[in-house]
């Protein structure tokens, strides 16, 4: 039986299933996949490492830097996609170059893997985001005794041979395809920082302020 373990739970049981309205008192859990990408030859490619520990899932899979959310810290999606590619490459993302194409959560029995179980069979939500960034930086092998050396595969290879790649990537290698060709224009379709915004209107403010030089 599921271990919801909380006053929900005769509404849990009771419930019809709503694929448009997660239960909200799962415990939660979120994961990032992030694809660094450049261009060499007019050849698209991205940067993968193969997984290299028998003991994890997804053994000799080729993953792009990226991980699980911090649940304890209820670390935010978009915040773990920067930390993991620091851990794991060494490579420093900007913010405004970091692009989410993909984001899906589902029902899972499991902990750390989203596999699209029943409603009553849910003991956790998980939610996995795919993200874009150019490859602006060499990556470093950080984690020798978890992934193998970073390489660029151009893209039109992994399109023929997508079981080489992690489940979400494999499944979504054309939609990342697409949007890295579209790249340019999403990112300039991203919602204004407000915040920086605020701050060049202050700038812009003070500098009307100061007296004139003529």
């Known amino acids: 039986m599921n271990n919801i373990g909380n ?39 991205l940067l993968l490492a193969q997984r290299i520990n028998p003991n994890k899932d997804f053994y ?24 993991e590619c620091f851990e794991e490459a060494e490579i420093v993302l900007r913010n405004e170059k970091l692009l989410k194409i993909f984001e899906e959560t589902c029902y899972s029995t499991k902990e750390w893997i989203a596999e699209n179980c029943l409603q009553k069979e849910a003991y956790y939500t998980v939610t996995l985001a795919i993200y874009l960034h150019p490859l602006e930086e060499p990556p470093k092998q950080t984690e020798p005794h978890t ?40 990112v300039l379709e991203l919602p204004i920082n407000i915040q920086k915004l605020e701050e060049k209107w202050k700038n812009n403010h003070n500098e009307l302020k100061k007296p004139s030089t003529f």
């Open 60 to 83: 000799l899979k080729l993953n792009g830097p990226g991980g699980k959310a911090i649940h304890e810290k209820n670390e935010n999606i978009d915040v773990c996609v920067i930390r």
């Open 7 to 45: 006053k929900n739970l005769f509404q849990y049981w009771n419930s019809p299933y709503n694929e448009y309205e997660m239960i909200s008192y799962l415990p939660e859990r979120k994961m990032t996949q992030l694809i660094l990408f450049t261009e060499i030859e007019n050849e698209i490619c």
């Open 147 to 186: 992934l193998g050396p970073w390489h660029l595969y151009k893209i039109k290879d992994l399109l023929k041979h997508r079981n080489e790649l992690v489940p979400v990537l494999g499944e979504n290698i054309e939609l990342i395809d697409g949007k890295i060709k579209t790249y340019e224009q999403d």
